[in-house]
C-alpha cells in the first residue's frame, strides 16, 4: 500500500500539472469568429494629398492593408506589401495616377467598411538626394552601482535632416552607426535623437566615428550622412542622476564619492562561499546573504530553469521529500 500511495502521489500531480498547461496554452487562442477591425490603425502619411512617386505607406496595427482604387476597389499595380519596422509596408514601385484617388483597406474589416486612410495623387516631387547631418552632445556620466565609482558614459547624437528631406518624413526610417555598435531605425517624423555609449575611462579620452542612414524599407541605406568623429575628454563628462539625468551637484557627487570610500555595496559574489563551523561546512551551500544551520535539508533542492516543466518541478519535489524521509531514518 505505501508503494500504491507513492505511485498516487507520483501521478495525481503530473495530470494536475499538464491540464493546468494545456488551459494556459489553449487561452491565448482567440475565438475563429473574433475581429480585430475595431481596434486602432495607425497610418503614414496620414490621409490627403501624396506625391505620384510616394515610395511607401506605413500601416501600424492589425489585420493585412491594401491599397486600392478609390473608384474601382482594385489593389494598385506595382505595390508590394512588407513587414516592418515600423509595421506593415506598403511599398509602392511603380508612380500612381495624378488626379486618382487611393484607399487603404485592412483586411480584417468587411466589405465596404470604411477604409483606414484616404488619399489623392499629386504631381511627383524630387526625390531627396542626401539625409541631413550628425551633431554630437555633450559627454555624460552616471554611477552605476551606489558606492562604487564606476561610471557609465554617454551622449546623444541628432539628426537634422536636409531640407530636401521635408517632403519625405514619412517615406524614410534612419539609424545611426558606429564601429562597434547600430541604434535601432527609427522616425524621422519625430524622433531624430538616439543615445550612445561612449567608451571612456576616467583620465581617459574617447572618439566616436558616426555615420548616419535612411532607408525606405529594412535593410541596406538609401540615403546617408556625412561622418563625423567625435572627441571626448573623460575628465570633462556631467555626472548625472541616473534615473531623471539632472546634472548632480558637487555636494551630491562628494557624497556618492565618499559612499565609495566607507559603505561599499554587498558582493553577491560571496554568497557561495560555504560557511563553517563547529559541526562542519553546511550542505546549505553557507550563503552569507541566507545563513541556514548545517545540514537542515538532506542536501535537496528543486531549481527549474527559466524554461522548465512544471512537471519536472513537481517530480522535483517529490524526490526532496523522499529524500529527506530517507535522511530522517537513517539518524534514528
Do not use: K
Not at 475563429?32 to 490621409?47: H, Q, R
Not at 510616394?54 to 482594385?74: D, E, F, K, M, N
Amino acid at each position: 500500500m505505501r508503494g500504491l500511495g507513492l505511485l498516487s502521489f507520483l501521478v495525481v500531480p503530473s495530470v494536475v500539472v499538464g491540464i493546468a498547461s494545456s488551459v494556459r496554452a489553449e487561452s491565448a487562442v482567440f475565438p475563429l469568429d473574433a475581429s480585430t477591425c475595431g481596434l486602432p490603425l495607425e497610418v503614414m502619411p496620414v490621409a490627403g494629398e501624396i506625391p505620384a512617386n510616394l515610395p511607401r505607406i506605413v500601416v501600424i496595427g492589425t489585420g493585412y492593408p491594401r491599397l486600392v482604387s478609390h473608384t474601382t476597389g482594385a489593389d494598385v499595380a506595382g505595390t508590394a506589401i512588407l513587414a516592418g519596422p515600423p509595421g506593415m509596408l506598403i511599398q509602392l514601385t511603380e508612380p500612381l495616377v495624378v488626379g486618382e484617388t487611393y484607399d487603404v483597406v485592412r483586411d480584417d474589416c468587411p466589405a465596404g467598411s470604411p477604409p483606414a486612410a484616404t488619399y489623392t495623387a499629386v504631381e511627383a516631387r524630387p526625390l531627396p538626394t542626401t539625409l541631413g547631418t550628425l551633431a554630437v552632445g555633450e559627454l555624460r556620466s552616471y554611477y552605476t552601482v551606489p558606492g562604487r565609482r564606476e561610471r557609465y558614459y554617454f551622449t546623444e547624437v541628432t539628426l537634422t535632416p536636409d531640407a530636401s528631406m521635408e517632403p519625405w518624413l514619412d517615406a524614410y526610417d534612419w539609424w545611426a552607426e558606429t564601429d562597434a555598435h547600430m541604434a535601432a531605425q527609427r522616425s524621422l517624423r519625430t524622433d531624430l535623437t538616439v543615445q550612445f555609449d561612449v567608451p571612456c575611462v576616467a583620465g581617459g579620452t574617447a572618439t566616436l566615428d558616426l555615420v548616419g542612414h535612411a532607408a525606405v524599407i529594412p535593410g541596406p541605406a538609401d540615403l546617408s550622412t556625412p561622418e563625423l568623429a567625435a572627441s571626448f575628454t573623460c575628465d570633462d563628462d556631467v555626472i548625472v542622476d541616473a534615473t531623471t539625468g539632472r546634472p548632480l551637484t558637487p555636494e551630491e557627487i562628494a557624497a556618492l564619492e565618499a559612499l565609495a570610500n566607507t559603505d561599499a555595496p554587498v558582493d553577491l559574489s560571496d554568497a557561495g562561499v560555504a560557511a563553517t563551523d563547529a559541526s562542519g561546512p553546511s550542505i546549505d551551500g553557507g550563503s552569507a546573504m541566507m545563513p541556514t544551520d548545517p545540514d537542515t535539508n538532506g542536501n535537496c533542492s528543486a531549481s527549474p530553469s527559466r524554461g522548465g516543466s512544471p512537471l519536472w518541478l513537481a517530480l522535483s519535489m517529490i524526490g526532496c521529500v523522499i529524500t529527506r524521509r530517507r535522511v530522517l531514518r537513517e539518524r534514528r
